[in-house]
């Protein structure tokens, strides 16, 4: 292609679609906004800054930290949205307090093998945090972080199961919409199930005082990031591998994909189709569970409509992904974390998620079907 | 194969009721009185047919004669209601799928056939899912077959071409040797001169052993290569016999083949 074709294709996609070409001009002015930040030159046109400024890279770095972190678990959780969207044709609205589900399964059994090493007393009401919170520092236990871990996940696909046999089973071919209506009627039984055992206050989980913490040098200063943030890292991008690895190399995985693909064909070819249900739920549930507790984890409070608040940015994760691909909701997680805190640059962070949203819709202007849109992974 | 193995029944008493039809007792396949249809739309009506061991048998008749729904509910897609499905000694009316593919009854729907997204070799065990590890001699059998699947096996599946596609859907259906191959318009949508050698690929398949069977557009060609027809019309049986004998009826020939 020669330069002459370069400009002429460019100028058709502007004319064709200006939006693409304002993003364009957008994203330039922050980009090098960014850059002139970062090197400390502000510029100045009458007394008024236009573009640069100053920030320390370790701010900079910290944002993105920050975002990777949300990003993952939003990522995460995500995973199980996406698959049974492919798999069940439905939205399903309360995935979100599946998360929270799991974040409680996981930080009652943490206290209990918390107060249970450490020795702590405690009524045991108090560890189940009925009503008030606990007091135990369950992180200086780590076989307690293990423990509510597993037991996050475990919750949570306990949840999933019971709420399929019992509400989406009966209403397995009655379209995706009667679903997707059946779905928020779950979440909010389930969200104030939750409310009327543990009650609306919100609670402080770990002890923020002794969390061991490294400081990553910049140059100009230092990022610090926790022992938290490394578990919670670490254990995100290990089960996303491990989920890759399930879908491409194992049986299920790869009869998850056909399913997702043609299910009609799948059920002609002998694939038990409710097993695969099921095992969708399980790996779902498992993965919204753990991605609750983990960021109950990093955050160090835990109430009763984290998964709600955080389902939006799922769901916009998902979306920008391309919904229905498993390796789509992951990036696309990941993409609107980074976005919802770099955005602090610019604006206050009560917008953060007016960021995150305005990079969905941008991303979908271009490419409607999402960045893994069509590749149908599962 | 074809040509003239099959009896040649007189048809002249074109009206044949399907009651008539020979069918002996340790038949392959033995459909019987079939009603069958969706939800409560009655698309067959008393539907018998019988298919052999090792025999080539093709549906053929006009469109929306319930050709595909015969295949759909021998495999327990449709709403069955009445009569019966036997395979291999078995009543499987009714049956799921799943438990049907068991028996060695394979099936290659007409459309969407294949896993688009899953690669050629991924196509190829998901055919064999019901065991519990993906037979090598008969992945070679199939590779041996339709040697293109194993040259592109890493491929994914949606990315081939249409005939390529078709002999890939084949090719899962044989991963499990099923006794009785059923092929729902194995030459739609293929170009003009792959739809011969498609044809030629079922007669092999066939002479190896395997009872097809096919429902075709494409009526003359397959009548031509099968061993007996039925020609259904309004979702009921109106002739039946050696492909030969149907070709040469007068009235087959005005009514459906075009003259």
Known sequence: MDVAETYSDGRRLLVERPAVGLLGVALLYLFVDLMLRLANVPVELMGVEVIGGTLAVSTFGRFLLDGL?????????GVGLSMTYSILNFANFAHGDYVTTGAF??????????????????????????QAPSLVSAFSSPLAIVVGIILAGLGAVLTALFLDRIVYRPMRDKGGIPLLIASIGVALALRYAIVFIFGTGSRGVTATGS???????????????????????????????????????????????????NKDLAQVTGIPTERVIRATWIIGGALAGIAGFLIVLERGTLSFNIGWRLLLLIFAGVILGGIGSVYGAMAGGIVIGIASRVSLVWIPSDFARVAAFSVMILVLLYRPEGLFGGVKTA | MSSGTGDQRDVTDADVNATNFTTSEDSLLQVGDLDAGYGDLKILEEVDMNVEDGEYVTIVGPNGAGKSTVMKSIFGLTNVMGGTVEFDGSDITGRMPEDIIHLGLGYVPQSDNIFSSLSVL??????????????????????ERFPILEERKGQKAG???????????????????????????????????????MFDRIDRINEAGTAVLMVEQNAKEALRRCDRGYVLVQGQNRFMDSGDALLNDQQVRQEFLGG
Do not use: C
């Open chain 2, 159 to 197: 990315t081939m071409s249409g005939g390529q596609q078709q002999m890939l859907a084949m090719g899962r259906a044989l991963m499990l040797d099923p006794d009785l191959l059923m092929l729902d318009e194995p030459s739609a949508g293929l170009a003009p001169d792959l739809v011969e050698d």
């Open chain 1, 105 to 130: 399964s996981g930080w009652i059994a943490a206290y209990l093998v918390g107060a249970f090493t450490l020795g702590v007393e405690e009524p045991i009401g108090r560890l189940l945090m009925i």
């Open chain 2, 122 to 143: 991924e196509n190829l065990e998901m055919g064999a899912y019901i065991l519990d590890e993906v037979p090598q001699e008969r992945l070679d059998e199939v590779f």
């Open chain 1, 69 to 77: 972190i949300v990003g993952l678990v939003v990522g995460l959780a």
């Open chain 1, 211 to 261: 969390i061991p913490e490294v400081a990553i040098p910049t140059g100009d200063g230092t990022i610090p990031m926790n022992l938290h943030e490394g578990t919670l890292i670490v254990a995100a991008v290990v089960l996303m591998f491990g989920i890759h690895f399930l879908l491409q190399r194992t049986k299920l995985g790869k009869a998850m994909r056909a399913m997702a693909d």
